[in-house]
């Protein structure tokens, strides 16, 4: 049996976005999956890195069960706004707070190198966006897909990453929006 974790990374609990998690959750269930759901918005925790990675800042409970939940999924997905060309800061604090060294990934010494701690697990991330993802893709050029894929989820050693855009937003009718519900819960049943 496959494990999922659905990551919410929008702020706003009552978003488009949770309503992809939620199809998402859900189809992945009905397919025999094992879910688990975490809501950033739901966790009180300090993003912010204070003394980047130069001292230890003690972690929320609440980040300690965020980890373990990573460690049980052998699949990972995150659903959040392209905001700015990237992610919203809530989900960019989390990846800093939960997804340390030590956890994610291990510097090896003396060297450049690094062992990625989280390999063995998979990823869909599921991201709206208020452009058109032709736009973002090829005059933009896909910051945040660059850095989701490579830098954040790539680097710990989660392969393979694929993305999937739901946008434009600001243009969706209600029939629009209702498809790519379907289509959520389309990507979740190939998943698993």
């Known amino acids: ?18 309503a992809l998690a939620q199809t998402y959750a859900e189809a992945a269930k009905d397919a025999g999956a094992a879910v688990r759901t975490l809501a950033l918005a739901d ?16 972690l929320e409970a609440t980040l300690d069960a965020a980890q373990a939940d990573v460690k049980w ?15 919203p800061a809530l989900l960019k604090g989390f990846f800093d707070r939960a997804f340390l060294p030590g956890f994610a990934f291990k510097y090896r010494p003396g060297g450049a190198l690094w062992d990625k701690l989280l390999t063995g697990r998979s990823a869909r991330v599921l991201v709206t966006m208020d452009s058109p993802p032709w736009y973002y893709r090829w005059i933009v050029g896909a910051p945040g897909d660059k ?35 379907e289509k959520a819960a389309a990507l979740a049943r190939s998943d698993v």
């Open 147 to 181: 850095q989701i894929r490579r830098a954040v989820l790539g680097f710990c050693g989660i392969r393979p990453v694929r993305v999937s855009h739901f946008g434009s937003m600001r243009s969706a009718n209600a029939e629009k929006r209702g498809r790519w519900l």
């Open 1 to 18: 049996m496959k494990k999922v974790l659905v990551v919410l990374g929008h702020p706003n609990k009552a978003s488009y976005c949770a």
């Open 73 to 87: 999924a052998d699949h990972l997905v995150f659903v959040y706004p392209n905001w700015w060309g990237g992610l």
């Open 43 to 58: 966790l009180p925790f300090d993003p912010v890195l204070h003394e980047g990675y130069t001292r230890p800042q003690p």
